[in-house]
């Protein structure tokens, strides 16, 4: 926007807004000098804290909290400017004294913002950079998605606003995130970058912005810069004051920032020198003492009340995307002010003594939220942010059929094509969570059998574009019809928006009032693509069902870039995600339903002494499934499903005598009913164990021994399937990914392990010779239960 003078009617506000501003500055200072020479330190470490960081986007925060936003609004506030927020929400009311004292301590305030161990007033965590802003970008398109179905219309439309550092525009989640917000229309979403200059280890290049603004006014985003300050404005205007504007914004990044931190003795001696000879530049300098001289030099766009607050209300005029680059000083107001070492830097004991006499904090009220209590308190009665009640809403849960039913089997089949056919199945329904569901891809829809859903619940797209190939009369298997009621979200090929789209969905009830199902598809061997916004999905406690295909190497022949390794211990040691792996149609068909009621569990995390599990408290799920066809094993009985949710169940059981128990998960059952049929005919006690979770059968043992680590009496699923087994039975374990996912189940009940799996990159074939190659066709079964057995026949496959 054009610099311009503030309306005078504001003036009062502004100094209001300012005065809070500098007992937010004081308060996250303190925080953090509490935290790091006050507080017991008992392990030496560092605590930390950033107070450059916070101070650079304090006056921002102030004007956004205590102004501009609405309880409608969301907010991502950058990593390291936490402390601020926990100020701001602690004056509010909103955040309490004993946190703000524990401070990255256990149970204190957060670090950085956490949606989930802070107060209900922090919507996104943000801690791994850029994720938290790309978030708010796919909260925006959620937000959309939700009103273009017709629900949440009584509530206003919010402002989806994330807080940034110019550093983290380096991370390039944000990029593949902003050519997907071009491609879907994206609306009602701000940027608000803390655009200082300066990265942890040093000064940023100079001409950063002349780079970065083409980039988003080409991608659809308004983009407003806010670099002069109100005084640097009315200087501008006297005699000399061009000459300032042309020197202030020619002046490399580093010199600015070293002359930041000297101060106006160093502003005074640099100026004079520049403009030798220019009398009326070297008469504006002269007219300001060395504080003025300072105060005018660091008066920036970002540190400016008035035209921050200008600004905001400006942007509300319209629903179109905006970034604001707000220049200011890192450590604005500290004496670590534009030192390039003050990313991690802290004020010293004397420091702060200092820094508390120019704030006017005595000694004893340096938690007070304030000078005047009445004063602060009247104030808030107006502030928008706290007009409306709880900002984390609740959304009623959506009831989920009795059961979900396969059309009648046709020989071998897959999951993959089975997840088709359930997802076509609910496609068809009327059931109420049909409608609920939103499924989301980045390009591999058709590919991984989402067609059949998408035939019926149509691409969703703020206006209405029916399928050109149906249009001409073209032969084509998929109808690609789009429109507000579509019901699927194609992405472009970038995992990260996956997961960050997921997320999103996942945390509509809480954001929007309003509960969605997502289903997100993707290539397995992708996930590790995308990984860091898994992570962060879950961190959050965002509600989604994955459906990975094609696992491990089943994919034979396109190669090892199409093959994963990894995955299974992805989803055994994600926090948050629970991963099954079926290997038949009937058990896929009861693990879709337990999920489609998982993800809207929101009890209390606390393991029933029963299973080890802590079901009541729902969470993400994984579904690891394969293209390959396998024949179909007769469904289980109502009454064996618990087994088979509980992670495992007999498929063939053990008898008493039994020597070796074969346990396999997923794609590899046809070679490890092989080689039990093979041993049967001379063992006829051996065990055949179909692992449908090895994520919950892991969760469920260490739960069970750490309850009964603590005096109480508890069991799980695991102990109670080898509870029965010789102690000198031999067990094989076998599994179309790392070996590690099964092999730890020898530890269950301490019996003797072979472990077989996959532990390097595969290569082109087909599925018979990669199984040979890599030890998990028939024949290598057989020898890992000969090399537990010595002395024991052990028949040929």
């Known amino acids: 926007m054009p610099d311009g003078p503030f309306s005078p009617p504001l003036a009062g506000h502004i100094a209001q807004l300012t005065k809070l501003e500098q007992r937010v500055l004081w308060l996250a200072a303190w925080t953090i000098h509490n935290a790091n020479h006050l507080r017991e330190n008992r392990d030496g470490l560092k605590v930390g804290g950033h107070q450059a960081s916070t101070a650079s986007l304090t006056t921002v925060l102030?004007?956004?909290?205590?102004?501009?936003?609405?309880?409608?609004?969301?907010?991502?506030?950058?990593?390291?400017?936490?402390?601020?927020?926990?100020?701001?929400?602690?004056?509010?009311?909103?955040?309490?004294?004993?946190?703000?004292?524990?401070?990255?301590?256990?149970?204190?305030?957060?670090?950085?913002?956490?949606?989930?161990?802070?107060?209900?007033?922090?919507?996104?965590?943000?801690?791994?950079?850029?994720?938290?802003?790309?978030?708010?970008?796919?909260?925006?398109?959620?937000?959309?998605?939700?009103?273009?179905?017709?629900?949440?219309?009584?509530?206003?439309?919010?402002?989806?606003?994330?807080?940034?550092?110019?550093?983290?525009?380096?991370?390039?989640?944000?990029?593949?995130?902003?050519?997907?917000?071009?491609?879907?229309?994206?609306?009602?979403?701000?940027?608000?970058?803390?655009y200082n200059r300066q990265s942890l280890d040093a000064v940023a290049e100079d001409g950063q912005l002349d780079r970065l603004a083409p980039v988003f006014r080409a991608l659809g985003w308004q983009v407003v810069t806010l670099k002069h300050g109100h005084l640097q404005q009315a200087a501008f205007a006297e005699p000399g004051g061009e000459a300032l504007r042309d020197w202030i914004d020619g002046c490399p990044n580093a010199e600015y920032s070293a002359l930041c931190f000297q101060g106006g003795a160093a502003w005074r001696a640099r100026l004079t020198r520049d403009f030798a000879g220019d009398n009326a530049a070297l008469s504006l300098i002269a007219a300001r003492d060395d504080d003025a001289l300072a105060a005018l030099m660091t008066n920036l766009g970002g540190?400016?009340?008035?035209?921050?607050?200008?600004?905001?209300?400006?942007?509300?005029?319209?629903?179109?995307?905006?970034?604001?680059?707000?220049?200011?000083?890192?450590?604005?107001?500290?004496?670590?002010?534009?030192?390039?070492?003050?990313?991690?830097?802290?004020?010293?004991?004397?420091?702060?003594?200092?820094?508390?006499?120019?704030?006017?904090?005595?000694?004893?009220?340096?938690?007070?939220?304030?000078?005047?209590?009445?004063?602060?308190?009247?104030?808030?009665?107006?502030?928008?942010?706290?007009?409306?009640?709880?900002?984390?809403?609740?959304?009623?849960?959506?009831?989920?059929?009795?059961?979900?039913?396969?059309?009648?089997?046709?020989?071998?089949?897959?999951?993959?094509?089975v997840f088709g056919l359930l997802m076509a199945g609910l496609a068809k329904s009327d059931h109420p969570i049909a409608d609920r569901i939103v499924t989301t891809s980045p390009d591999v829809t058709v590919s991984t059998n989402l067609g059949a859903w998408v035939n019926r619940r149509k691409v969703h797209a703020r206006a209405v574009r029916e399928d050109a190939f149906r249009l001409a009369r073209l032969p084509s298997t998929f109808r690609w019809d789009k429109g507000p009621e579509g019901q699927h979200i194609e992405l472009g090929i970038a995992e990260m928006n996956l997961f960050a789209m997921l997320s999103a969905l996942g945390l509509s009830g809480d954001l929007f009032g309003q509960t969605l199902i997502p289903v997100g598809t993707l290539y397995d061997p992708f996930i590790s693509r995308g990984l860091d916004g898994l992570n962060y999905a879950c961190y959050q406690d965002a509600r989604f069902i994955l459906a990975a295909t094609p696992s491990g190497i089943t994919l034979a022949p396109e190669g090892g870039a199409h093959q994963s390794i990894a995955t299974p211990l992805i989803g055994m040691s994600q926090p948050g995600l629970t991963m099954f792996e079926p290997a038949f149609g009937h058990e896929l068909a009861v693990i879709l339903r337990f999920a489609l009621a998982h993800?809207?569990?929101?009890?209390?995390?606390?393991?029933?002494?029963?299973?080890?599990?802590?079901?009541?408290?729902?969470?993400?799920?994984?579904?690891?499934?394969?293209?390959?066809?396998?024949?179909?094993?007769?469904?289980?009985?109502?009454?064996?499903?618990?087994?088979?949710l509980a992670g495992a169940y007999w498929l063939r059981p053990p008898g008493p005598n039994a020597e070796a128990v074969i346990a396999y998960a997923g794609a590899v059952a046809p070679e490890a009913i092989a080689a039990t049929g093979a041993l049967a005919e001379a063992r006829r006690d051996v065990g055949l164990l179909a692992v449908t979770s090895a994520a919950r059968l892991y969760q469920g043992w260490t739960a069970a021994g750490a309850l009964r680590a603590k005096g109480r009496q508890a069991t799980c699923h695991a102990e109670r399937l080898l509870a029965g087994l010789p102690r000198d039975c031999g067990l094989i374990t076998v599994t179309d990914g790392h070996p590690a996912a099964l092999g730890w189940l020898g530890s269950v009940a301490g019996h003797r392990t072979r472990a077989l799996g996959v532990?390097?990159?595969?290569?082109?074939?087909?599925?018979?010779?990669?199984?040979?190659?890599?030890?998990?066709d028939t024949v290598a079964i057989l020898a890992a239960v000969r090399s537990l057995t010595p002395g024991r026949p052990v028949p040929d496959a």
Request: aromatic share 8%; with cysteine.
């Open 759 to 776: 532990t390097g990159f595969g290569q082109s074939g087909d599925i018979p010779d990669l199984y040979r190659a890599h030890g998990l």
């Open 303 to 417: 540190h400016d009340m008035a035209l921050l607050c200008e600004a905001f209300a400006a942007a509300r005029d319209h629903d179109q995307p905006v970034v604001f680059f707000a220049y200011t000083v890192k450590g604005h107001g500290l004496p670590l002010a534009g030192h390039k070492d003050n990313h991690a830097g802290l004020m010293t004991p004397d420091q702060m003594a200092t820094f508390r006499q120019t704030m006017g904090v005595a000694e004893g009220q340096e938690w007070d939220r304030t000078d005047d209590p009445a004063a602060l308190q009247a104030f808030l009665t107006q502030v928008p942010f706290l007009s409306g009640g709880p900002r984390r809403l609740v959304a009623p849960a959506v009831a989920v059929p009795e059961r979900l039913t396969l059309p009648p089997e046709r020989g071998a089949v897959s999951t993959q094509t």
């Open 599 to 644: 993800v809207q569990r929101r009890g209390p995390v606390s393991p029933d002494p029963a299973t080890g599990l802590a079901d009541d408290a729902g969470g993400a799920v994984y579904l690891r499934l394969s293209t390959r066809p396998i024949d179909q094993a007769p469904p289980l009985p109502p009454e064996r499903e618990g087994d088979l």
């Open 62 to 194: 102030t004007a956004l909290y205590f102004h501009a936003l609405r309880p409608e609004d969301r907010v991502a506030v950058k990593p390291h400017a936490s402390p601020a927020l926990h100020a701001i929400l602690y004056m509010m009311g909103r955040q309490s004294l004993d946190k703000l004292k524990a401070f990255r301590a256990l149970g204190g305030a957060q670090s950085y913002p956490s949606r989930t161990k802070d107060t209900e007033d922090v919507d996104f965590s943000t801690g791994s950079v850029g994720l938290g802003v790309a978030q708010t970008l796919f909260s925006a398109l959620v937000q959309d998605y939700v009103r273009d179905h017709g629900w949440g219309l009584d509530r206003p439309e919010g402002r989806m606003v994330a807080l940034l550092g110019d550093a983290e525009l380096d991370e390039g989640n944000i990029y593949e995130a902003l050519l997907e917000g071009q491609k879907h229309g994206l609306r009602n979403c701000w940027w608000i970058v803390d």
